[in-house]
Nanobody
Framework: QVQLVESGGGLVQAGGSLRLSCAAS????????MGWFRQAPGKEREFVTA????????YYADSVKGRFTISRANAKNTVYLEMNSLKPEDTAVYYC???????????????????WGQGTQVTVSS
């Protein structure tokens, strides 16, 4: 069982930056591929970015490529999402997710993930 807790959300002006954190419980964090998803009001949850268990493989949605960076610190059981050049369309609840895996895969599909956090609100004002 893994519990995920996101933090770092808030209100920021367009062009600003935020850093989200996702802290995981458990001793096998390094066995999990991690991902970030977001859901805006009235819209479906969408993939943002993902990272392999060892941090060597990452993947980004086109909408955030070049602006967002995912990273992880396995010794701290934490995955991060650095968000720069934020736009009003980035406004959403951001969720982190974990999938147990023994390979260096990057998981992009929400239904493949085993565990989810409760989400943190990010609001970008224009």
């Amino acid at each position: 069982q893994v519990q995920l807790v996101e933090s770092g959300g808030g209100l920021v002006q367009a062009g600003g930056s935020l850093r989200l954190s996702c802290a995981a419980s458990g001793r096998t964090f390094s066995s999990y591929a991690m991902g970030w998803f977001r859901q805006a009001p009235g819209k479906e949850r969408e993939f943002v970015t993902a990272i392999s268990w060892n941090g060597r493989n990452t993947y980004y949605a086109d909408s955030v490529k070049g602006r967002f960076t995912i990273s992880r610190a396995n010794a701290k059981n934490t995955v991060y999402l650095e968000m720069n050049s934020l736009k009003p369309e980035d406004t959403a609840v951001y969720y982190c997710a974990a999938k147990y895996t023994g390979s260096t895969v990057v998981v992009r599909t929400s239904r493949e993930y085993d565990y989810w956090g409760q989400g943190t609100q990010v609001t970008v004002s224009s």
